[in-house]
Nanobody, 118 residues
Framework: QVQLVESGGGLVQAGGSLRLSCTAS????????MGWYRQAPGKQRELVAT???????NYADSVKGRFTISRDNAKNAVYLQMNSLKAEDTAVYYC????????????WGQGTQVTVYS
């Protein structure tokens, strides 16, 4: 059994910063790709950023230069540093981890709300 716990969301003024964390625990051999997604009200869930096991990153165009994804393999954790936040970044943010435990399964975090006000 694997559990993901997200933290770090909140209310922030435009131009501010937040750091999201997602930590996995349980029966984990290793973790392949890690990612952050977000879903705004009335919109589909969209990819924000991903990071491979080798550390290669990919970002949505809307967050390039403002957000940074990183991982700590020893802690089974992935982070999202969000700077220069805009009102349009308001959404529920979810982490997604491809966890190797025998086979490879995708696990989602519970979501954390990020609200940016101007």
């Amino acid at each position: 059994q694997v559990q993901l716990v997200e933290s770090g969301g909140g209310l922030v003024q435009a131009g501010g910063s937040l750091r999201l964390s997602c930590t996995a625990s349980g029966s984990i051999f290793s973790i392949n790709r890690m990612g952050w997604y977000r879903q705004a009200p009335g919109k589909q869930r969209e990819l924000v950023a991903t990071i491979t096991g080798g550390g290669m990153t990919n970002y949505a165009d809307s967050v390039k230069g403002r957000f940074t994804i990183s991982r700590d393999n020893a802690k089974n954790a992935v982070y999202l540093q969000m700077n220069s936040l805009k009102a349009e970044d308001t959404a529920v943010y979810y982490c997604k981890l491809a966890i190797v435990s025998g086979l490879v399964y995708d696990y989602w975090g519970q979501g954390t709300q990020v609200t940016v006000y101007s």
